[in-house]
């Protein structure tokens, strides 16, 4: 099944990528998009937050393929009810966003938008609008 195989695929790039994090991360981070995908947000969280970890040790501290797998984690998070950390993951991907690319760029815009889905799925309604139409406005 694809599920087996994303599996095996995790474990080689742990065990053949042990020495080359970078490398490690990328495919563990495709591994983590493609359960996001299939709906096995257990298995994504687990995969997002391996990349995330050898991301952060290989890459610098600003670098995008750090901010891509939180924005993932973010996802999942969310689709899983975690709002803190969706929250938090958000957060930290639009600070890097607006830093890297300004305020009226689509890569923050993305964020905000999915700032919006998080709020509207708390039933928070009235920020999710606000979110919304901020994004659109970008």
Not at 17 to 30: D, F, K, M, S, Y
Not at 43 to 50: M, P, S, V
Not at 70 to 78: F, H, I, K
Not at 105 to 113: A, F
């Amino acid at each position: 099944t694809a599920r087996e195989l994303l599996a095996r695929g995790a474990e080689r790039a742990r065990v053949e990528l042990a020495e080359q994090p970078e490398e490690r991360g990328r495919i563990l981070h495709t591994i983590g998009r493609a359960y996001l995908s299939l709906g096995l947000f257990p298995d994504a969280l687990e995969q997002l937050k391996d990349a995330a970890r050898a991301r952060e040790a290989a890459l610098a501290p600003d670098a995008d393929e750090r901010f891509d797998t939180y924005y993932a984690l973010g996802q999942v998070y969310r689709t899983m009810g975690e709002w803190a950390m969706a929250d938090s993951m958000f957060r930290r991907v639009l600070t890097a966003r607006q830093q890297r690319y300004g305020m009226g760029s689509d890569e923050t815009s993305v964020v905000i938008g999915a700032m919006g889905l998080l709020r509207w799925r708390m039933g928070e309604y009235a920020a999710a609008e606000s979110l919304f139409s901020e994004a659109v406005r970008l």
